[in-house]
T-cell receptor, first 116, second 112 residues
Framework: EPEVTQTPSHQVTQMGQEVILRCVPI?????FYWYRQILGQKVEFLVS????????KSEIFDDQFSVERPDGSNFTLKIRSTKLEDSAMYFC??????????????FGEGSRLTVL | DAKTTQPPSMDCAEGRAANLPCNHS???????VYWYRQIHSQGPQYIIH???NNETNEMASLIITEDRKSSTLILPHATLRDTAVYYC?????????????FGKGTTLSVSS
C-alpha cells in the first residue's frame, strides 16, 4: 500500500540552526500538508501546498518557516533558525483530489525535531 | 479552534463495541464529519467520513444524527491495538487544501 515517507525520523539540532525536514508524498497525490505536534499537545496545522504555491497557512507558519517542492517527488519544510519551542513531531500529509474526498489525508510517521 | 466536542477519555473491554460520541452542533451544510485516530505518537490515521448518511468500512461505522449535530464512531469489536486517541473533525469535503483542525480527541483505552 502506498504511503507517505518522512526523513529523518529524528533530528537533534542546536538553537539557531537551519533544519530541513523531507517528505515523499504518495505519487498521485496533488495536495501536501505539514502539521506539527508538540509533546503532549494537539496536532496543529502549519501549511498546505498545491501547484507550487501555499494554499493555506496558520499563524504558526511565520517567516521562519518555508516549504518547497524541489523536484517531482520531495516536499520539504525548512525552519531557518530553530528555537527551543520548535521541538515537536512534524507530520507530512497528502491527498489525491480526483476521485477522493478532500478531507481524507494520508499522514507520514513523522519527524521528531529536538532543539537544544 | 476545533468545532467538535468529545469526551476526553473512554474505556472499552476487548471484543466489545466501542462507541465514541462527538458533538458538532455548528456544522455547516457543506461540512463532512471525519474521524481520525493516532496510535501513540504515530501519524494520524484516517478512519471514515460521512456527510449525512451512516457509513461503514472495514475499520468502523459512523452514525450521524438526522440533524447532523452529533455523530458516533463505532468500532464493532475493539482490540488492544485500537487503543489510541480518536479525533472527530468537521470540514468541507470539496475544498482541497483546507486545513483539518484537530482537537484534543478522545483517548480510548481497550483492555483485556
Amino acid at each position: 500500500e502506498p504511503e507517505v515517507t518522512q526523513t529523518p525520523s529524528h533530528q537533534v539540532t542546536q538553537m539557531g540552526q537551519e533544519v530541513i525536514l523531507r517528505c515523499v508524498p504518495i505519487s498521485n497525490h496533488l495536495y501536501f500538508y505539514w502539521y506539527r505536534q508538540i509533546l503532549g499537545q494537539k496536532v496543529e496545522f502549519l501549511v498546505s501546498f498545491y501547484n507550487n504555491e501555499i494554499s493555506e497557512k496558520s499563524e504558526i507558519f511565520d517567516d521562519q518557516f518555508s516549504v518547497e517542492r524541489p523536484d517531482g517527488s520531495n516536499f520539504t519544510l525548512k525552519i531557518r533558525s530553530t528555537k527551543l519551542e520548535d521541538s515537536a513531531m512534524y507530520f507530512c500529509a497528502s491527498i489525491k483530489i480526483q476521485g477522493g474526498n478532500t478531507g481524507e489525508l494520508f499522514f507520514g510517521e513523522g519527524s521528531r525535531l529536538t532543539v537544544l | 479552534d476545533a468545532k467538535t466536542t468529545q469526551p476526553p477519555s473512554m474505556d472499552c473491554a476487548e471484543g466489545r463495541a466501542a462507541n465514541l460520541p462527538c458533538n458538532h452542533s455548528t456544522i455547516s451544510g457543506n461540512e463532512y464529519v471525519y474521524w481520525y485516530r493516532q496510535i501513540h505518537s504515530q501519524g494520524p490515521q484516517y478512519i471514515i467520513h460521512g456527510l449525512k448518511n451512516n457509513e461503514t468500512n472495514e475499520m468502523a461505522s459512523l452514525i450521524i444524527t438526522e440533524d447532523r449535530k452529533s455523530s458516533t464512531l463505532i468500532l464493532p469489536h475493539a482490540t488492544l491495538r485500537d487503543t489510541a486517541v480518536y479525533y472527530c473533525i468537521v470540514a468541507p469535503g470539496n475544498q482541497a487544501g483546507t486545513a483539518l483542525i484537530f482537537g484534543k480527541g478522545t483517548t480510548l483505552s481497550v483492555s483485556s
